[in-house]
């Protein structure tokens, strides 16, 4: 069966320091790969997304990803982090076969600290 | 564009009561879905659509129904409100053939029944 893993409820980052969010999946076939932001009280939009070729995706705000096939991971990444960028995030999977379906991790919460 | 619509943004329900929660969106997009977001539990899917006239089950379709007669039109209806389905409801859309496969979500509506 088809999965997404993100391992912690909550990362807490000083501004200006690295970030790491985590993500693991599990798919058959070839993995389409998303992470999402939701601020308070919005919808979420997307971040980035890895369908193929070169393994670090670049996306919105400054996010990367960097797909890991034998690892089966998609941490989502950002160089220095920012206050604005606390929010929930999520990493999600397109489910095999042409429907556009997704199934999406429990979500983490990032909360970058002054 | 207007993107992803979805009214009402707040609806509070007692139990037994039936209502229907509108989404619409202008991107041609052929799929659509609902999903619930629940404290910790992340996105639940309830039912998708990938083209008018067709819809399928997902995660937790009970108690709830859905039609797809136009592209751009998906509500998603509750049968018998139950304390169980108080939750923040999102509608998304996305191309489901081979083109980007990221998903557009509503702003959400928020439902308490009490």
């Known amino acids: 069966a088809q999965s997404v893993a993100q391992p912690e409820d909550q990362v807490n980052v000083a501004e200006g320091n690295p970030l790491t969010v985590k993500c693991t999946y599990s798919?058959?076939?070839?993995?389409?790969l998303f992470w999402y932001v939701q601020y308070p009280n919005r919808g979420l939009q997307f971040l980035l997304k890895?369908?193929?070729?070169?393994?670090l995706v670049k996306g919105s705000y400054g996010f990367e990803a960097e797909f890991n096939k034998s690892q089966t991971s998609f941490h989502l990444k950002k160089p220095s982090a920012l206050v604005s960028d606390s929010a929930l995030y999520f990493c999600?999977?397109?489910?095999?076969?042409?429907?556009?379906?997704?199934?999406f991790g429990q979500g983490t919460t990032l909360q970058v600290k002054p | 564009n207007a993107g992803v619509t979805q009214t009402p943004k707040f609806q509070v329900l007692k139990t037994g009561q039936s209502m229907t929660l509108q989404c619409a969106q202008d991107?041609?997009?052929?799929?659509m879905s609902w999903y619930r977001q629940d404290p910790g539990m992340g996105l639940r899917l309830i039912h998708y659509?990938?083209?008018?006239?067709?819809?399928d089950q997902g995660e937790v379709p009970n108690g709830y129904n859905v039609s797809r007669s136009t592209t751009e039109d998906f509500p998603l209806r509750l049968l018998s409100a139950a304390p169980s389905q108080t939750s923040v409801y999102f509608c998304?859309?996305?191309?489901?053939?081979?083109?980007?496969?990221?998903?557009?979500f509503g702003p959400g509506t928020r439902l308490t029944v009490t």
């Open positions: 998304a859309s996305s191309y489901s053939r081979e083109k980007s496969y990221e998903q557009y």
């Open positions: 798919v058959s076939g070839n993995p389409y």
């Open positions: 890895y369908i193929t070729g070169d393994n």
């Open positions: 999600a999977v397109r489910v095999s076969g042409n429907t556009g379906k997704l199934i």
């Open positions: 991107m041609n997009h052929e799929y």
């Open positions: 659509s990938v083209g008018a006239g067709i819809t």
